[in-house]
């Protein structure tokens, strides 16, 4: 990948943080190696990992706020938790370069697009009323 597309990409995932500059080259050796020794970065399996539980945790939120509204069956409940938590899961693995301000809504979208097929129009209406006023983050009082 070319250095300027290389720099696009990091200061999109890091747009919250201000412009980004490039390592100089004469620290760039020792900089890579302190990451290589480190045991404070997490490997790209351990995020996976910690990406996968954002997920099921996300899907359980929705869920539980849908039903704090709307009747589900278990089955119907199953197969929405699922979809979410597949949904989200891929934004959340394959878009980890995207900026903070691009995935919130991402993820909202991608949380309503996920239970069409699972629920009647009334329980998606609720549903996206869910996603746009309270968001996909927790509250004060939910894990």
Known sequence: MPANDAMRLVNAAFADEGPLEPVQEEDRLELLAALRSSSEWYSAATIDDLSREEAELIAARMVRRLRQ??????????KLHCAIACATLEILINDMAASVAWRRPALGRAIVDAARSHLNVHAIAVLEDIVRVTDYRPLPDEP
Request: aromatic fraction near 0%.
């Open 69 to 78: 509204q709307v009747t589900l069956d278990s089955d119907t409940k199953a």
